[in-house]
């Protein structure tokens, strides 16, 4: 092993740091139709009708296409394995529009001015309806979001269209009621997450073409390439043996690429004009009709014995799907299933939820997918069940938080196969100086210096269900190609599969090329979303690398004419020590190439029966402004298990930058609506992304565990880091402050009437 | 109309329409580096430079590049490799959206600072959003790389 846990350059770098057209909109055909959508005005009404005679007669425009133009039947956007646990509640273009944005018509042209011109002239006739727009009173509400009769669920999530209900479930171990009541400290306090933004630096985009078989070729800004397929084949009733899907490099995701956002209105065009069209979001677009957060209300019940030990958390969430239910049954689950386990001895638990319709745009995948939400919610009850106590909450958490070896009732009864939580705390508190700093520090100028932790945890893959497999084969001269289908989006995928395989197969990272992702090439891969392409897809790496390493030895044997368990294999020859004789790779490889009858590459799939959850602890140190209520974050130190890390740097910039969404979440960011339904977050000017200047310090390390089913021991990285700063920088502002801020995020305003109450 | 300027160190010529953006116009002439990020000028990736000083032309008429010189990544390329080499060393380009418009930056910035604190370097680069790598990497790169070129 010498290039699994060493910081290997991504191998797409020199491209990207010299700008190099790369990207979906930098390869778009020239002479593209370009597509953009006219969107509702209306949080909720329904369409009498479109008149696009006008519009059609705009100099360079093709088409203008309406709900007349599209299958009635139902699908999801949402990129998730067949059969998809979110309803088939949407069409791409509908008679019915459910939130300010929600698309109407679809307008291709020759060029931006014309049909943006175009635009202005559809005439829409709108019968505008009574929108539900408060998530509280959406379930059961007289008036239905989705009250078709085509609308349909696949899987027994609890939905119901007639009851503005995208999902429901309650499951329980023990007597929660009876262990709770008969805790010494007890806490009931409710906590409220908002929808918000991904914000990835490329915008959503797409281009599509017909190709030389008649089939339509989709290049698209994805994280779910396969899912594409079968998604636009739903949309547009076609065949998936019809589609070709390409996914380019990735200007960022965070899981707003897990849903088919834009790929559909390229692809309806291009079927019906036969043209090449290519459609590309604006922020605007990005903002207002896009994926977001599911914005969730948690209401925990949680309680301690006399010594401190957790007895019983009961955790019931209301989540909001918006008008679509993309991602609103899975997202739901991990605020419990990835909060309440962290404390191991917990006798007994609940975990219910709501998931609502409501008018506002749909929300999506977002980094930490449910669980974020979860663990602000059950983090911030701990800590205030430990104050209650008048104990430090470091102290609650180590006597209670999850070890190695400990079954995990709340997650699916699994076992904690590698667990260095309790080490992660150790470390965290060193880095800032917890024992000196907690609780507050004046720092005699009116300001007001606090400290905060949290815990967190996620999964690796989503168990029996994330598929991946890898092909690689042996070239000529001896170099392999790596394809996968596995979707790198600027996380290093790429590079960290092929230091594995290097690893595996004893040789450069230059001898192995990178290919991905092209649906009619790579073999089927989820998708990289669920935290699975470094522990599911990499584990596919290493079985394939076993079989071509049989396949290579036998083939190199039989040119040897030795048996081959007498050969061996050492990356660069086959040889047979008894006799002294070798062959090489290269020649190996060149051989193949001439009268050959056995193709010398190796394909394998895998999946895993368990998720094994990476572990991290957060620190936050604030000062915050006792005249004002401003908080100013100071330092931020964090430490996690992901298991063994496949590349220090890449993980440590990924911990990095899932920190500072972390604190974007905490501190800026939410999507607001007006009364009407329509939001104001519709830039950079008005939802605020934390600059370099916004973000204190922020400081990591790791603790490795090893996780025996994973690749090399690894575990998952990408999006546990998002989830202790809300907690962490909460519990902070109330050390320091001594106003507990139950709703996200945490601003100066909240902060100030906090402390006018007191 | 007709627009006249220096691109990448050469002659260029482009007939435009008036209301036409730098970035629009950059673009069609395949500097494909010039990356669109948003609507409103807060993000950076557009980031130029115009007689030498980092301008965003998302916010330029491309009528105003009349007779000035602008250089995109592509007419900088070999300090893009040996800046872009301290960014990759760290893993910070990420998905290297904003790679493009946040180098011309800071070579920008390495031109008209001599010796920047940490606090500089922050505020000089405040209006070039990434969204990946939390900055600190971006950072490390900068720190290197001043390091070096003041060995040198």
């Given at each position: 092993m010498n290039l699994v846990n060493t910081s290997v350059p991504k191998v797409d770098s020199m491209a990207l740091v010299t700008g190099k057209p790369v990207y979906t909109d930098d390869l778009a055909p020239k002479d593209c139709l370009i597509v953009k959508v006219l969107r509702s005005p209306h949080a909720h009404a329904k369409i009498r009708k479109i008149e696009t005679e006008r519009a059609l007669k705009?100099?360079?425009?093709?088409c203008v296409l309406t709900h007349?133009?599209?299958?009635d039947k139902r699908f999801t956007?949402?990129?998730?394995?067949?059969?998809?646990?979110?309803?088939?509640?949407?069409?791409?273009?509908?008679d019915r529009v459910r939130?300010?944005?929600?698309?109407?018509a679809v307008i291709a042209g020759v060029s931006e001015k014309a049909v943006a011109k175009a635009m202005k002239l559809v005439k829409v006739d709108y019968e505008v309806l009574e929108p539900v727009l408060d998530f509280r009173k959406?379930?059961?509400?007289?008036?239905?979001v989705h009250p078709e009769e085509n609308w349909k669920a696949l899987?027994?999530?609890?939905?119901d269209n007639k009851r503005n209900l995208c999902a429901r479930s309650e499951t329980q171990e023990g007597d929660i009621d009876q262990v709770l009541k008969d805790c010494k400290y007890y806490v009931e306090e409710t906590y409220h997450t908002k929808a918000n933004q991904?914000?990835?630096?490329?915008n959503f985009c797409t281009f599509t073409h017909m190709d030389a078989y008649g089939r339509l070729n989709v290049v698209s800004s994805t994280q779910v390439t396969f899912h594409v397929r079968r998604i636009l084949s739903n949309a547009l009733d076609?065949?998936?043996?019809?589609i070709r899907v390409v996914k380019p490099?990735?200007?960022?995701?965070?899981?707003?690429?897990?849903?088919?956002?834009?790929?559909?209105y390229p692809a309806l065009v291009t079927m019906k004009t036969g043209k090449p069209a290519k459609i590309v979001y604006t922020r605007e677009e990005s903002f207002i009709a896009s994926s977001p957060r599911h914005e969730m209300e948690i209401t925990v019940r949680i309680g301690a014995d006399e010594n401190g030990i957790i007895k019983g958390i009961d955790v019931y969430t209301l989540s909001n799907t918006g008008a679509y239910g993309e991602h609103g049954p899975t997202t739901v689950?991990?605020?419990g299933h990835k909060s309440?386990?962290?404390?191991?001895?917990?006798?007994a638990f609940r975990f219910a939820y709501d998931v609502v319709y409501t008018n506002v745009m749909s929300a999506g995948a977002y980094r930490g997918y449910g669980a974020t939400q979860g663990i602000f919610a059950v983090e911030s009850a701990v800590n205030e069940l430990a104050h209650k106590m008048g104990m430090d909450p470091v102290k609650l958490k180590e006597l209670n938080m999850v070890k190695k070896g400990q079954k995990m009732?709340?997650?699916?009864?699994?076992?904690?196969?590698?667990?260095a939580l309790d080490k992660c705390v150790e470390r965290v508190k060193e880095m800032i100086s917890w024992d000196e700093k907690?609780?507050?520090?004046?720092?005699?100028?009116?300001k007001v210096r606090g400290v905060g932790l949290a815990l967190a945890m996620q999964g690796s893959?989503?168990?029996?269900?994330d598929t991946a497999a890898v092909t690689i084969k042996v070239n000529d001269d001896g170099f392999y190609s790596l394809i996968i289908?596995?979707?790198?989006?600027?996380?290093?995928c790429d590079t960290i599969l092929a230091q594995m395989a290097a690893d595996c197969l004893d040789c450069?990272?230059?001898q192995i090329i990178v290919h991905g992702v092209d649906t009619d090439v790579s073999p089927y891969d989820t998708g990289?979303?669920?935290?699975?392409?470094?522990?599911v897809t990499g584990m596919a790496v290493v079985k394939t690398c076993e079989v071509l390493k049989e396949k290579i030895l036998k083939k190199g044997a039989q040119y040897l004419s030795c048996p081959p368990e007498e050969a061996e294999f050492d990356g660069k020859r086959v040889f047979h020590p008894e006799s002294g004789k070798e062959i090489s790779l290269k020649d190996i490889g060149n051989q193949v190439?001439?009268?050959?009858?056995?193709?010398l590459q190796a394909s394998e799939s895998h999946y895993s029966p368990t998720s094994p959850p990476p572990f991290m602890a957060g620190a936050a140190e604030v000062e915050v402004d006792?005249?004002?209520?401003a908080v100013e974050l100071i330092d931020f130190a964090a430490v996690v298990?992901?298991?063994?890390?496949?590349n220090p740097n890449l993980a440590k910039v990924q911990t990095e930058g899932g920190i500072a969404q972390g604190i974007g979440m905490a501190l800026y960011e939410e999507i607001l609506y007006n009364e009407k339904g329509k939001?104001?977050?519709?830039?950079f000017m008005q939802y605020k992304i934390p600059t370099?200047?916004?973000?204190?310090n922020i400081r990591i390390e790791f603790q490795s565990s090893y996780e025996?089913?994973?690749?090399?021991?690894a575990k998952s990285i990408g999006?546990?880091?998002?989830?202790?700063?809300s907690p962490a920088i909460a519990e902070a502002v109330y050390n320091a402050s001594g106003v507990r801020v139950r709703?996200?995020?945490?601003t100066a305003e909240k902060i100030y009437m906090g402390m006018k109450e007191k | 109309m007709e627009v006249k300027f220096q691109l990448n160190g050469k002659p260029a010529a482009a007939d435009i329409?008036?209301?036409?953006?730098l970035l629009d116009l950059l673009r069609d002439m395949?500097?494909?580096?010039?990356?669109?990020?948003?609507?409103?000028?807060?993000?950076?990736?557009?980031t130029v430079l115009v007689n030498g000083k980092p301008s965003l032309s998302c916010a330029?008429?491309?009528?105003?590049?009349?007779?000035k010189e602008i250089i995109t990544l592509e007419g900088l390329q070999e300090e893009a490799v040996v800046f872009g080499r301290f960014l990759a060393k760290e893993g910070a380009?990420?998905?290297?959206?904003?790679s493009p418009g946040f180098i011309m930056n800071v070579i920008a910035m390495m031109r008209e600072l001599k010796d920047p604190s940490i606090e500089e370097i922050k505020e000089y680069l405040?209006?070039?959003?990434?969204?990946?790598?939390?900055?600190e990497g971006q950072m490390r790169a900068i720190r290197n790389y001043m390091k070096e070129k003041g060995a040198q």
């Open positions: 705009v100099p360079g425009i093709e007349e133009d599209c299958s956007m949402a990129g998730q394995t067949y059969p998809e646990p979110s309803p088939y509640d949407r069409r791409i273009l509908d939130f300010v944005g929600d698309a109407v959406a379930k059961d509400h007289e008036i239905l899987c027994e999530v609890g939905a991904q914000a990835m630096m490329e076609i065949p998936k043996s019809k490099r990735i200007g960022g995701g965070f899981g707003a690429k897990q849903t088919v956002v834009t790929e559909v689950g991990l605020s309440i386990p962290l404390y191991g001895k917990a006798e009732p709340a997650y699916y009864g699994e076992t904690a196969t590698s667990c907690y609780p507050r520090k004046d720092m005699g100028n009116g893959g989503i168990s029996n269900v289908g596995a979707s790198d989006m600027g996380t290093g450069d990272m230059d990289s979303y669920a935290s699975s392409t470094t522990y190439m001439c009268g050959n009858e056995e193709a006792l005249e004002t209520g298990d992901c298991g063994t890390v496949i939001t104001s977050a519709n830039s370099r200047q916004d973000i204190g025996p089913t994973g690749p090399f021991g999006e546990i880091v998002i989830n202790t700063p709703e996200l995020p945490i | 329409e008036p209301d036409c953006m395949r500097c494909y580096s010039v990356k669109r990020g948003c609507d409103t000028t807060n993000c950076g990736l557009c330029m008429p491309a009528a105003r590049a009349e007779g380009e990420q998905c290297g959206y904003c405040a209006g070039n959003l990434c969204r990946c790598s939390g900055y």
